[in-house]
């Protein structure tokens, strides 16, 4: 008996204390739901009612039993509204295309503020200083809950959608940033390359050097020689190359001569400038080609080719054009990639153009293959003077597919002139490696013709650089289509050319910056061209050409 009189009171002690913490808690939950309430109405859009609420309740704190459970259905409502309408301002950020779900959470957040505006709440609730009414606040209660509940659920469906369409804004951000750092580098990347290309790396230069002290040394032993009968002989195969490349005409004369059938019959005629023609003599001095023949000239040989009669030359002279070339030209180059190259003065070099005077450098010929620098001749090419041209003076291999490379690409059909002369549609084709039919040239008057549309390109209307356009214009209906086979191109900007179609190629074309002489060039390709270097001759080997 005295154990359970023991026990009941210590068992009264602890409901007291027990009793007593209660009281504690729910004194600090109602202080904390103050402060709470104090801030949510205070931004409150209904700053009346949330005042005479908060005064009420600071009033009649102690005297309501109700307080505490009407302040946790006007936090639990507010809280609501707090996220529905965040949830609708992210929908109209993102513009998604829900409108009828952004109307239900718009409705849904006047509904949480007209509720506590109802005239029935108001007074019975909000607006009172007595004690409030439980039916009301039951109602009230109910009401809440139930559209708590369906906030819930509008929120969970949606939760997910809006989530994704975040992080899809976030990561078109950061593609958008990266797409700028991207096409930021792709002209840096373009103008690094363009100034690599126009370089002379410090082996060509070194090797150049190498040959005119070569010259200076023993003028005795480069004398020039009188010109030999083959230089004019038609019935022979006359190969033209223009260029100021040592290395890089070395490499075309070797690998015609390694795979021509009769390397006898084969006659090179090269033409350079003034500044290289010692060091071009002096290397086929050094290293003759066997059985063939070669003719080494600077263009200055040539005196027709005056300003008076060669477009060119004539515009050159032009305050305008020198302007336009050569001034500011480092500073221009840095805004615009595409304007450092407009503005590269290769285009308006004689070099270039000599193509177009064949006939008159060559008179006594009927058939010349004209070849680029930068070409590997990989097959005989003698069954090109054997192709009938249908009486068509350019053969050479068209370039365009689809809608590519078509005229419309090289000439501006704007001009009036353009677009009345020439078909856009009509497809180009390329130089590198052409066979021209000199009679044919001759008759058709097509250096008359190239001066008529070079005249007219004085302010560059016509067509922005290089001779392909002035070619084109030129040749037009005036070109015979070969075999792609023929003609391989775009080792020097094109990673992706079939290795099956290059190795079926007579000629490969580096045509492009990335010039297999270079640092630059596509390693892939490089060693189709370094092994018809000479690379036994002891400047090679100086110069560290690395072959």
Known sequence: MAVAIRGGRGGGSALRNFFSYRIFVSAMFTLLFL??????????????????????????????????????????????????????????????????????????????????????????????????????LKQFEKEVKDKVKFARLLIADSKESYDNQLKIQKLKDTIFAVNELFVKAKKNGAFASSIAAKSTPKSLHCLAMRLMEERISHPEKYRDEDPKPEYEDPTLYHYAIFSDNVIAVSVVVNSVIKNAEEPWKHVFHVVTDRMNLAAMKVWFKMRPIQQAHIEIKSVEDFTFLTSSYVPVLKQLESAKLQNFYFQNSAENATKDVNNMKFKNPKYLSMLNHLRFYLPEMYPTLHRILFLDDDVVVQKDLTALWTIDLDGKVNGAVETCFGSFHRYSQYLNFSHPLVREKFNPKACAWAFGMNIFDLDAWRREKCTEQYHYWQNLNEDRTLWKLGTLPAGLMTFFSKTKSLDKSWHVLGLGFN??????????????????????????????YKELWTKYIDSEMEFVQMCNFGV
Do not use: C
Request: hydrophobic content about 40%; charged content about 25%; aromatic content about 8%.
């Open 35 to 136: 402060a709470t309430l104090s801030v949510l109405f205070s931004s409150h859009h209904d700053s009346t009612i949330g005042n005479a609420y908060l005064h009420r309740s600071l009033v009649s704190l102690s005297s309501d039993p109700l307080k505490t459970r009407l302040d946790l259905i006007h936090k639990q409502a507010n809280d609501h509204v707090a996220l529905v309408n965040a949830y609708a301002a992210y929908a109209r950020k993102l513009k998604l295309e829900i409108a009828k779900q952004l109307k239900m959470f718009e409705d849904l957040a006047q509904n949480f503020s007209d509720l506590q505006s109802k005239q029935n709440y108001r007074s019975n609730l909000f607006d009172t200083d007595g004690p409030l009414d439980d039916d009301s």
């Open 495 to 524: 990673p992706s050319v079939s290795m099956d179609e290059i190795h079926k190629a007579a000629v490969i074309h580096y045509n492009g910056d990335m010039k297999p002489w270079l640092d630059i060039a596509l390693n892939q």
